[in-house]
Each structure stands twice: as structure tokens, then as C-alpha cells.
């Protein structure tokens, strides 16, 4: 028997699976890069998060830190009242005799033109005209310094006006906020509001 030779050519087979690990590798590295990406992308949300978290704890804490102040000022302000119940009292008394200050508003003929009478029991303390002053609250607070008056006291007022009167409710707000500034000085005074 003869012994043939025979010639395998694996060149092509070889060719082949080449180009197979080529492609291969190629599409693991976009796989990678498409993963690499997702991961990128994840982290950067994860990170967004947490600063998002971070960002509303803070808002949290300062929330949580402003209502404990006021907490902690209506709580002085409660300790105050029981403190100031004397003066409370005595203030009751003086308003049952008509010790108290009256402002009575007055519009004049039907304008935005108005007057501010002041009086004390029945005593008139002061006017004031609008055409002659701006500055309600300094008016009031130099009435009020000229009476004797001090922070730390406690006064009952009437602020008393015609609601039904032209110019009337321009007039009132106009009052009004100086009144509420002056009290945010005076804490103790206190205002009551009659419409005649």
C-alpha cells in the first residue's frame, strides 16, 4: 500500500477565525464602551441624588432650627404674659376709668386728605394732619415718649374711625401699618379697632 500524502490547507479555516475574533473583540469593546457609558451615567444620577438629599437635609435642619426659635420666642412671649399679668391688670383698670389713648380718624370732606386726633382720657394729646406729615409712626411714637410712655408698659387703645366715609379705608391701612410697626417696638400696647 502506498502512503498518500495529503495536504490539509488551514489557511482559509485560519482566515476565518480571524475575522471571527476580530469582530469579537470589536463588538466586546462597544459592549464595554456601552456598559462603561450606563455606569457613567448611573454614578453621575447616584451623585445627583445624593446632593439633592444632601441639599433638602440642610433645608430640613434649617426649617427644623427656625421653628425652634419661634418656638422658643412664643414661649418667652407666654412666659411675659404671665410675667406682665399685673401691668395687664392695671392697664384693664386705667381703660375702665378712660385713662386710655384714643385715635380717632377723621376724613376730611370727602378727599384723601385726613386727621389724626390723639387724646388721653380727656385730655387731647396732639393732631395729625396728613397733609402736614408722612411719617405717621414717628408722629405717634413722639406722642407716645411725650406721654411717658415706655416699652415696657402696657397701654389699651381705640383707633376709631367712619368706615362709611370717603378716603376712610386709605386712610386706616395707611395707620394701620404704622401702628403695626410701633408695635413691633412697643409690645405692649394694644390696639382696638371701632368702626362708628
Known sequence: MKIREVILDFTSLLDVIMIILFFFVLYS????????????????????????????????????????EEASKEWNRIESMDENAAANQQALNSFDKGEYFDFRLEVID????????????????????????????????????????????????ILSYNGEQYGTAKAFRAIDEAIDD???????????????
Open 110 to 157: 370727602k378727599s384723601d386728605n385726613w386727621n389724626l386726633t390723639i387724646t388721653y382720657g380727656k385730655k387731647m394729646r396732639c393732631e395729625i394732619n396728613s397733609k402736614e406729615t408722612d411719617d405717621i409712626k414717628g408722629s405717634i411714637k413722639d406722642i407716645l415718649k411725650q406721654s411717658g410712655f415706655s416699652t415696657d408698659d402696657t397701654y389699651l387703645c
Open 29 to 68: 469593546t462597544i459592549d464595554t464602551e456601552e456598559v462603561t457609558n450606563k455606569a457613567k451615567r448611573a454614578e453621575a444620577s447616584y451623585n445627583e441624588l445624593i446632593e439633592e438629599n444632601e441639599r433638602k437635609q440642610l433645608e430640613n435642619e434649617k426649617e427644623q432650627e427656625e421653628w425652634r
Open 182 to 196: 410701633i408695635q413691633r417696638e412697643y409690645p405692649n400696647l394694644y390696639f382696638s379697632n371701632l368702626n362708628k
